[in-house]
């Protein structure tokens, strides 16, 4: 896919400077998603590739060097992830789709390759369906559980936002949300920021063509946390109506929420206080899904999955991700 960068605007803000650029560093993926820069100074990021798709392949984890600029396979099949971190020892840790993919969290060691399952069933019965994750300062996980694609019966009764504790012990912290999408932590650990993404029905894949997609509940949500990690009470920061609403989520190190808007025609990332108030905003070529800040000496600059492709922007704020803490 290629676009004009002349396109590409920022509505000059104190996030993107005046002359920020977006770069498009790789265009060949299915669809793009959960992208997490590792402690090796790699970018990693996830090709969905839905079997309802001529080609479905159950996955790719994409790696990208920005020291050679150049995009490789990590693994293949990803077993159907699409949201990804990495954990205070430097682990990646995957969230595991349905659609013949494991419905669960794993992690892998990226020296020896050797993966191991952290979360599988709650209950006694598989996720539905793994989305996204977030990881805080305890090294307590968060991760959102909807169902978007996939044939595989839903056996958990709700769509619900889970932490995984060190232990690996699951509770369900959050069961009233209308399929959770992007999950982020504030930097002092007391927010926990969801995307509510309702898209109406259970496999917007194999819709018949023609068909209009139908929205639920679009909002981003902030619920506060304790220092257990248990989630209280919730506050609507955005309400995006009847419009496509937010994906991916991410925080930096002023507590401003970045969020993957899927809204058309204005798609492309926007930044947000911890109050809702927009702080700025920046147009992607096609509809974003993830982001994700580099480390070290690329701090600032923010990586964005969109469409079929991973770009890139410098900002004038430095990310923030517990597992670098």
């Known amino acids: 896919m290629s676009f004009s960068l002349a396109a590409i605007d920022a509505i000059a803000g104190p996030v993107f400077p005046d002359n920020a650029t977006l770069v498009p560093l790789y265009e060949g993926g299915s669809f793009t998603e959960g992208v997490a820069a590792g402690h090796d ?18 996955g790719y984890v994409m790696k990208f060097d920005p020291r050679k600029g150049a995009t490789t396979l990590f693994r293949s ?8 971190k990495f954990d205070h020892e430097g682990r990646m840790v995957l969230a595991l789709g349905a659609d013949c993919g494991a419905r669960a969290v794993i992690r892998t060691d990226l020296v020896s390759g050797k993966s191991e399952l952290v979360a599988g069933l709650y209950g006694g019965k598989p996720f539905n369906s793994p989305n996204d994750l977030a ?20 056996e958990q009764p709700v769509y619900g936002v889970y932490r995984i504790d060190p232990d690996q012990s699951v509770r369900l912290i959050l069961p009233g949300v209308q399929k959770p999408n992007g999950v982020a932590v504030s930097p002092d650990g007391t927010t926990l920021y969801v995307a509510e993404h309702n898209i109406v029905g259970n496999d917007i894949v194999n819709l018949p063509k023609g068909s209009v997609l139908k929205y639920g509940p679009m909002r981003l949500l902030a619920f506060s946390l304790n220092e257990h990690g248990e989630a209280g009470a919730a506050r609507a920061l955005v309400d995006y109506g009847d419009r496509d609403g937010p994906d991916g989520l991410l925080t ?41 800040f580099g480390r070290g000496v690329e701090a600032g600059r923010l990586y964005i999955t969109a469409g079929k492709g991973l770009y890139s922007v410098e900002t004038a704020q430095r990310g923030w991700d517990a597992a670098s803490r």
Not at 41 to 57: K, S, W
Not at 140 to 148: F, N, Q, S
């Open 77 to 84: 099949p990803s077993g159907g992830a699409n949201g990804m």
């Open 252 to 292: 930096d190190e002023s507590g401003n929420v970045y969020v993957a808007e899927r809204k058309d025609p204005d798609f492309g990332i926007a930044v947000y206080r911890p109050d809702g108030t927009r702080l700025d905003f920046i147009r992607t070529p096609a509809k974003p899904t993830n982001l994700g």
């Open 41 to 58: 100074g790699n970018v990693y990021f996830l090709d969905v590739t839905p079997t309802a798709r001529p080609g479905g392949a159950l």
């Open 135 to 154: 990881i805080d300062k305890a090294g307590r996980i968060y991760v959102t559980d909807p169902r978007y694609i996939g044939h595989e019966s839903l």
